[in-house]
């Protein structure tokens, strides 16, 4: 055999080698990816559960979930979501086809507990309502609210009340003994349950003997207010002209605080000079009567939410 059929010979063994390797590769890859997009059977919902709802053969179908889909916590043995002799209960809702989860349902033979659906180092607190602090009853289990304490403190002038924000973004985890609403119309009930850390279960417990609390509906998924205001007696009046906590636009702002500060003083102003002006002979106090000292200038008292600042004015006559 010739040099150069031999160097032919051996350029077609490397070829032939490099194909079979590219081909295996191929080839295992094919089958790696056949096994990941292969189906596995899944116990998802027959039909919709609610809180409550208790586990039986009847409610639980088994249907083919992609492998590579299968959510944590699915169940593939009948054996193992529904052990003999033990029950187990929804936790949450389930819907219908929906994958039944281990953090969906109770443990094997415990109950429908709320316990179980406290996060960890959370606590359930309860507190009392009524028709108007709880919101006249749309407020439903999972909604989130600002709890609100109403309550007399004492300073300097004598007793006053106020209203402070105590909690915010609260997760209302029953009201009443009820976790769930099933028809979703308003119940106004006497009792709710939130969803608390241990310090927050205590501010409640003290809350609850020191005034009263009510309830603010908010949006799902709002962010909490850094600015917490107490408001007390001085705020309940129409705020036009802006004040201390909610500053009004400039076009306004300044001259209304004057407005009403002047409104409020203009009784004292008209006290302090007699309620009229002096007359002509008391001002001229005859040819041998000294000059009379001029009237001091009446002042005006501003208000800007509960700070007041006092200026002189101008006086009569000029």
Known sequence: MSRQSMIALAVAIVLGLVAVYIANIYIGGSKQQAELQGTSKVAVAAIPMAFGTELTPDKVRFVDYPKASIPPGAYADGVQLLPAGQKRFALMPISVNEPILADKISAPGAGASMAALLPEGMRAATVRIDDVSGVAGFVQPNDTVDVLITRTVQGAAGAAQVTDVLLQNVRVLAIDQQAKNPDGTPKVGRTATFEVAPLDAQKLALAQTT????????KPGEANNPVVETVSMNDLRYNMYGGARYPAPAAV??????????????????????????????????????????????????????????????????
């Not at 005034?211 to 908010?218: A, I, T």
């Not at 008209?270 to 000059?291: F, M, Q, V």
Request: charged letters at 20%; proline letters at 5%.
């Open 211 to 218: 005034g009263s609390l009510s309830l603010v509906l908010r």
């Open 253 to 318: 702002g300044g001259l209304g605080g004057a407005i009403v500060g002047s409104m409020n003083r203009s009784t004292d102003l008209i006290n302090s000079t007699g309620g009229s002006r002096p007359s002509a002979a008391r001002r001229s106090g005859g040819s041998k009567a000294k000059k009379a000292a001029p009237p001091e200038k009446p002042s005006v008292e501003i208000y800007r939410g509960t700070t007041s600042n006092s200026y002189k004015v101008g006086g009569y006559g000029r």
